[in-house]
């Protein structure tokens, strides 16, 4: 057939009307059409909420505040409070991503809802955020304040968080700009002190400066591979807006801030004392936090202000620690299972021997993180002396056995203050 008699099957424009025509097996189509026809896909995709670049996934909706701590139930045990807060933080962001998607003429532009999670080492501030960026699937990375510094002295600059973000999208900018940034160690970057200094505190409140932009949300060039910016780089261009940034600390002594403000503490250094250990036991004092603890504590009060949301997590005790053994769906006596069932061996703890690991782990003070090496200390043997043995297809953890692998163990002679 002459090309002049070829026509695109979908318009029937003849070949000399269009300025591509592309052969298919049964027909062709022109560049007119295949424009017409990807935005009729690009439509049909936002509206039902299934990618394409500036779309979000509507389907979000579905996921209410009560669905969200419902699932975060199976992975974070205890903390209902700050599971609550996130939840509904969460939910919000992501419905204002969803809204904006669909309507781009609405009057009242809704702000982000950054969080802020004050709690000590091992109560669960990292597992919440990764547990929520696992329910979106949207990219999740976890970046550590204490790397960071101003732009110039040796470390990172704040940029390199976004090029870990942008890593984990696979390079995919609309995918990475609506992804989840958990900072960790926040209070880490803390005014050292309020008294002038001849020494530039270059990872302190100059880091907190240049994190503003980010959390305000702002055009930011970012190296695609992490480190320093240099002239001749190719940058990468993230729009911060629509990021979600949850920012975690321990703020240890902050209780001393809060009850100075809320005059917890009866008059004499004593009676503070004691107050304040009350307090803590009762898991009252962290609920009281308020932004200004945060601002006495060394946050300047322009970084305080970008993050909205602030929650605190309780100190875990003997119960908590006992059902996160056990119960989560990545529960530690699970995996330990499992590890001994890929070698053909079926292992049971004793009632005793969890007890035994949940009193250590409170001994030692650490949290939930503190049970990983108190079970790689009682199990380590077991796990060495075992796998290949012949005849052995059981093995059962008892409260002596437990006791002795852990007093000679490294972690056993270690005196808890």
């Known amino acids: 057939m002459p090309d002049s008699n070829i026509n695109c099957s979908f318009c029937g424009r003849k070949k000399s009307d269009v300025e591509i025509l592309i052969a ?29 670049p500036d779309s979000f996934d509507v389907q979000f909706n579905l996921e209410k505040p009560v669905d969200i701590k419902r699932f975060l139930e199976d992975y974070v045990i205890g903390q209902d409070d700050a599971k609550r807060t996130l939840s509904v933080a969460v939910y919000n962001h992501y419905k ?60 990172e600059d704040v940029e390199s968080v976004l090029s870990r973000l942008l890593q984990a999208a696979d ?11 958990f900072i960790d160690e926040i209070d880490k970057i803390a005014r050292k002190s309020d008294n002038p200094s001849i020494t530039r505190d270059v990872s302190g409140e100059g880091v907190q400066q240049a994190l503003l932009k980010l959390l305000e949300g702002a055009e930011v060039n970012v190296p695609p591979q992490g480190g320093r910016k240099h002239p001749e780089q190719k940058l990468i261009s993230i729009n911060t807006k629509n990021i979600l940034f949850i920012c975690g600390g321990a703020f240890s002594g902050i209780e001393r801030h809060i009850e100075r403000r809320v005059g917890a503490g009866s008059i004499g250094f004593s009676g503070l004392e004691s107050s304040a250990e009350k307090s803590n036991e009762e898991g009252h004092i962290l609920s009281l936090i308020t932004p200004v603890d945060l601002k006495s504590f060394g946050l300047i009060p322009e970084l305080v202000g970008r993050f909205p949301v602030l929650t605190h997590l309780k100190t875990l005790d003997k119960e908590a620690l006992r059902r996160i053994l056990t119960e989560p769906k990545n529960a530690l006596v699970k995996q330990y299972i499992k590890l001994f069932e890929m070698d ?29 090496s108190i079970c790689e200390a009682v199990l380590g043997e077991a796990m060495f002396e075992l796998p290949g043995k012949e005849g052995v297809t059981e093995f059962r953890l008892t409260g002596e056995y437990a006791k002795k692998c852990f007093d000679d163990s490294d972690a056993g002679r270690l005196k808890v203050a």
């Open 96 to 155: 204002r991503l969803a809204e904006s998607n669909i309507s781009d003429d609405s009057e009242v532009e809704i702000d982000k809802s950054n969080v802020i999670l004050v709690g000590e080492t091992g109560t669960g501030k990292t597992l919440l955020a990764r547990s929520i960026a696992r329910l979106l699937k949207v990219p999740f990375c976890i970046a550590d304040a204490t790397i960071l510094t101003e732009a110039g002295y040796v470390g």
């Open 344 to 372: 053909g061996i079926e292992l049971q703890f004793d009632a005793d021997a969890l007890e035994f690991i949940v009193e250590r782990a409170l001994e030692f003070k650490l949290g939930a993180r503190g049970l990983r």
């Open 24 to 52: 298919g097996v049964t027909g062709h189509i022109c560049d007119q059409c295949i424009v017409q026809a990807e935005s009729i896909v690009h439509e049909e995709r936002v509206q039902s909420g299934v990618g394409g």
């Open 171 to 181: 390079y995919d900018v609309a995918s990475a700009e609506r992804g989840i940034v």
